[in-house]
């Protein structure tokens, strides 16, 4: 799902690409959520991630913690 801007048709196969801003909304606000709860999506900071494993558990722990399938011991 994409919004209407020209630059996405030309590296998206046409059968899998959709523009529609009905449908990007849902997917700005997850990216909303990883912002602003992991140091290492945020844009400029000094937390980066370099391990692209670490990314994936980062991202992974953080939709279980906020689906309640596991609990966080602060």
């Known amino acids: 799902m994409t919004d209407h801007w020209r630059a996405y048709a030309e590296f998206l196969p046409e059968n899998i690409h959709t523009q529609s801003k009905a449908?990007?909304?849902t997917v700005e606000?997850?990216?909303g959520i990883l912002r602003h709860f992991l140091a290492r999506l945020r844009r400029k900071t000094k937390c980066y991630t370099k391990?692209?494993?670490m990314l994936k558990y980062s991202v992974l722990l953080l939709m279980?913690?906020?689906n309640k399938e596991i609990a966080i011991i602060s």
Do not use: F, L, P
Request: glycine letters at 8%; proline letters at 0%.
């Open 64 to 66: 279980k913690h906020r």
């Open 23 to 25: 449908e990007t909304y």
């Open 29 to 31: 606000g997850y990216n």
């Open 51 to 53: 391990s692209i494993d």
